[in-house]
């Protein structure tokens, strides 16, 4: 990064500070995903704003190597006091925070010192090539805020009207601050599990699904602070219960084509449609060392919850880990897309994409196809008719999924050798620590994770 690019960051930022100090914005809010999948900050004064726009915020690169509970996992190289990051605000996507007032928000990219891109900033992962759209689905519940366990702080039946009223003034107020927000919001719903809502958003570029996906957490966490709730995202709230999950929507297309619709391929996608979904397919064990990070997320993904627990794909199947939503006919064109279930919300959703676009690009390149949908429930199926059809199951454990991310070559090259040990080796600490505890236990120390 040059003087000259500093300037123009410094302009862009000088040209908001007069409209945000008017509408009584005192700080602006610069976050990262780290690779525990924890929102970390830096703030600084709004009039500050433009300094920091130039020339980053400083932030340890020790926090590559943070677990969730912010422990440090040592590499044994004595290194980890040494470096330090520069978070650089995203200008063109500072947000008023419409529930936390006197604020602002700016995603980072996290560079160097010497102004060269950070090897683990996981925003900056990149695809080429067709352009994708994405979306993430986001659940959570809510539990009265001076819970220490979760109790939930509405009752009411699944999508049901007594759900909702007891919270309907809550989810006004969420669906406001969101619009205040621009971002826009497709549905809004009492989902499945007891005291759990889900919320859906329009797709966009990649960094922006994954950027939208932050602030729509944060707006979340915030407004539910308002009304006395406390906010869980964790993918087993309760052991009994079926968690909470991260869905990952996508579509591909070229110019204005959507490549899921409209082809000859599997149910009607285009060639180049279900090489992408194929490549996915392929490579979705180490995929779900990344969408699924934690041992925690193990205990949600288990069979018949609906958290696509078994590498298959299916048209408008739940249990799949792939789902291929095609939409009514007449709005397949625009609507068609693919949901990778099996995820959850402790991933970090930059990684997250970035892995996904780069298993989707091997499918594109090596010409994938996919096998023939599965359309029960692969639960039912006997361990002979799940071979036959090439079903199995996803990795069981953190254990399992971490071994086969570091023996995917197309993910690790993807990331690079650093990211891959720092993730590596947050895995590998995280099981450590709960190599004795009980579903209960691991729940509990995961509640408020996020």
Not at 36 to 44: A, D, E, M, N, Y
Not at 90 to 105: I, T, Y
Not at 359 to 378: E, I, K
Request: glycine share 10%.
């Amino acid at each position: 990064m040059d003087i000259a690019e500093r300037e123009s960051r410094r302009l862009r930022a000088e040209a908001l500070v007069e409209s945000l100090t008017a509408a009584g914005v005192a700080g602006v809010i610069t976050t990262f995903v780290d690779n525990s999948g924890i929102l970390r900050l830096k703030t600084t004064p709004v009039r500050q704003f433009p300094e920091a726009a130039a020339w980053g915020l400083g932030f340890p690169d020790v926090f590559d190597r943070a677990r969730f509970d912010d422990t440090i996992v040592v590499s044994g190289t004595g290194a980890e006091p040494i470096g330090d990051a520069r978070l650089m605000p995203d200008v063109s996507r500072v947000v008023r925070l419409a529930a936390q007032q006197g604020w602002a928000w700016a995603p980072a990219d996290r560079y160097r010192q010497d102004g060269t891109a950070h090897p683990q900033d996981s925003r900056e992962l990149q695809a080429s090539g067709r352009t994708v759209k994405c979306a993430f689905e986001i659940e959570w519940v809510l539990s009265p805020i001076d819970s220490a366990g979760f109790s939930p702080a509405v009752a009411g039946a699944a999508y049901g009207m007594s759900r909702f009223a007891a919270a309907s003034d809550y989810c006004r107020e969420l669906l406001e601050a969101l619009h205040a927000q621009e971002v826009v919001v497709e549905q809004l719903h009492p989902e499945y599990a007891a005291g759990q809502f889900e919320i859906s958003v329009v797709a966009e570029s990649p960094v922006g699904a994954a950027d939208t996906g932050v602030l729509v957490r944060s707006t979340i966490r915030a407004i539910g602070v308002r009304h006395g709730f406390r906010t869980s995202f964790s993918p087993k709230v309760d052991v009994g219960g079926v968690g909470n999950g991260g869905h990952c929507h996508l579509s591909v297309w070229r110019g204005h084509t959507n490549l899921m619709a409209g082809g000859d391929g599997a149910a009607g996608m285009t060639p180049d449609g279900e090489s992408f979904v194929a490549g996915i397919l392929a490579h979705l064990d180490a995929l779900v060392a990344i969408g699924c990070p934690s041992v925690a997320s193990y205990l949600r993904l288990v069979p018949s919850n609906w958290s696509g627990d078994y590498a298959c794909w299916g048209i408008e199947n739940r249990e799949a880990a792939v789902r291929l939503v095609p939409g009514p006919p007449e709005s397949s064109a625009w609507a068609a897309n693919v949901e990778v279930k099996c995820f959850d919300q402790f991933a970090n959703p930059y990684l997250l994409l970035a892995g996904l676009l780069a298993a989707g690009r091997d499918g594109l390149a090596s010409h994938a196809r996919l096998p023939a949908p599965v359309g029960v429930d692969p639960a039912w199926l006997s361990a002979e008719a799940l071979a036959a059809a090439g079903v199995r199951r996803l990795p069981t454990s953190l254990h399992d999924s971490n071994e086969a991310f570091v023996n995917d070559h197309v993910l690790t090259e993807a990331f690079g050798p650093e990211l891959v040990a720092s993730l590596a080796a947050i895995h590998a600490s995280e099981l450590e620590m709960f190599a004795e505890a009980a579903p209960e236990a691991i729940a509990a120390a995961n509640l408020w994770r996020y």
